[in-house]
């Protein structure tokens, strides 16, 4: 009995391995630093809370910092009466990131589908190195403290950092096609946690010396970065003569592996794949509109779920070391360092839980059962006790079930949704359903920030992590829909290969 065309499975790195060309590996590790550069100056952030909180509070009423005299010269220029409101104030920053962020991504995804995908990464990686520049190190070489300026280099900073994550998922997406993408996407969508690693690596290594180094040091690498990446990065293969997805004759493995997840399994198992960017007919695609995109199946759906899902994820990011600091009241390096583990976890999470779906070919399933743990990890690491080998321990864990799903969403699910059949005579789409997805995702994650900080302002860390379960169980709320169904396809599929042997 012959097996329908979602059901021929094909060897997971079969296609891959095949069409894998040194221009591969350089496309695969360019968009990755460039994304870990992007993360590491936002890490570096969240890494100086304490000191920048120190800063802009009055030593006599800073019990961190030592006592100073005349009290009129060293404190004219503070901008907080105490350490409470300058905390609250840095939660409001996070949040004024993140809504511009929101805001930019929805226009960088529809910039990137009609410019150089290159030339808009390369520009938003060298302007935000400087806007960070001048927040973190220029002001405080110049002893320029203001709040308005403060929150508008933010606002243009959320802007320009936002051009970062479409339009590196559409150029991976160009060079790497569905066979072992769940895979291929885990492993690379580590890029936002290895940036948060060496962003806390280096703030870590040059904080004795002022805050203000930390973010010069992370601007300078950054701003270098984009330089790379311009006159480097490969936007597509037929830059260099090689054939676009799909154009091949290995073709039906890419068609095959794209079936099952997004496209429609009645449709003709002959059919042509397609590609993401323009091709080289003549009759070359218009983009994608906004709202066509919004209409996609699963769009909607895993949107509103990552906004739910970003929101925790990123509150641990923000909050993390502050939150280690304040919480078992560690050192400021130290909790820095110590907060390098939850991003291992989810370098692990989405590497494996990646693999997994590739797998069994359905990506829900896989987020479900590891957002059901994360509701666990997350109460347990609420509890921890003032221990480091233990907070890490479960930090990880957390991380794993956190920052894995959240990675799958935000990358290889993203052009999943780029690439479904029903954009295939359209096919600029992937960088407008990636900046839908994460711009959803940064709306709800920009709200959490406010809300953490006024959490626990009020009711102290335990409700906070309370919250964070409540969200967790929203995210697998939101995608419920496409748990039923792709585990209705599962059963299916598996009652016809018993059948059929």
């Not at 991504?105 to 390369?122: A, C, E, K, P, T």
């Not at 709200?447 to 959490?455: A, D, F, M």
């Amino acid at each position: 009995m012959a097996l329908p065309g979602s059901l021929r499975r094909q060897p997971a790195n079969r296609g891959l391995v095949s069409h894998c060309t040194h221009h591969h590996i350089v496309v695969f590790l360019l968009t990755f630093f460039s994304y870990s550069l992007l993360h590491a100056s936002r890490k570096t952030f969240s890494n100086v809370k304490v000191s920048i909180s120190s800063q802009w509070t009055p030593s006599c009423l800073n019990s961190t910092a030592p006592e100073l005299r005349p009290y009129e010269l060293w404190n004219s220029s503070h901008l907080f009466p105490n350490t409470e409101e300058a905390t609250l104030f840095l939660g409001t920053l996070d949040t004024i990131f993140l809504f511009s962020y929101a805001v930019g991504l929805f226009v960088s995804g529809i910039v990137g589908d009609r410019l150089n995908l290159r030339w808009v990464l390369s520009f938003g990686m060298c302007s935000s190195a400087l806007v960070v520049f001048f927040f973190g190190t220029l002001t405080e070489w110049l002893h320029f403290y203001n709040k308005w300026f403060y929150c508008c280099l933010w606002v243009v900073n959320g802007l320009l950092q936002s051009t970062g994550w479409p339009c590196v998922v559409a150029i991976m997406g160009n060079w790497f096609g569905k066979t072992g993408r769940g895979f291929v996407f885990g492993l690379w969508s580590a890029c936002a946690s290895v940036g948060n690693i060496l962003g806390a690596f280096l703030a870590s290594c040059v904080l004795k010396y002022g805050y203000e180094y930390a973010f010069l040091v992370t601007a300078s690498v950054q701003f270098a970065g984009g330089v790379v990446v311009f006159f480097g990065l490969l936007t597509s293969p037929k830059e260099v003569g090689l054939p676009e997805l799909g154009a091949g004759e290995d073709g039906s493995v890419e068609e095959d592996a794209n079936r099952p997840l997004m496209g429609n399994d009645d449709a003709d198992d002959d059919d042509r794949n397609y590609s993401i960017q323009a091709t080289d007919n003549d009759n070359q695609p218009k983009a994608i509109g906004f709202f066509q995109a919004c209409c996609l199946p699963g769009v909607v759906l895993y949107s509103l779920a990552y906004a739910c899902l970003k929101l925790v994820n990123y509150s641990f990011f923000f909050w993390l070391p502050f939150y280690l600091s304040n919480n078992f009241g560690w050192k400021e390096a130290e909790a820095d360092q110590l907060s390098i583990w939850y991003d291992v976890g989810g370098i692990i999470g989405g590497t494996i839980q990646g693999l997994i779906s590739d797998v069994l070919q359905k990506r829900a399933p896989v987020l479900a059962i590891s957002l059901l743990f994360a509701v666990g990890s997350l109460f347990g690491y609420s509890r921890s006790p003032n221990s480091k080998p233990i907070n890490a321990v479960i930090m990880a864990i957390t991380g794993f079930f956190i920052g894995g799903p959240s990675n799958m969403i935000s990358s290889a699910i993203s052009a999943d949704l780029g690439r479904q059949d029903l954009v295939r005579g359209s096919s600029e789409a992937l960088a407008t359903v990636t900046g839908i997805v994460d711009g959803t995702g940064s709306i709800g994650a920009a709200v959490g920030q406010y809300l953490v900080s006024l959490i626990q302002e009020n009711l102290k860390w335990m409700w906070v992590f309370y919250f964070f379960i409540l969200m967790t169980s929203s995210t697998i709320l939101f995608i419920s829909p496409l748990i039923v169904r792709e585990i209705k396809m599962l059963l299916h599929e598996r009652r016809l290969r018993t059948l059929a042997e």
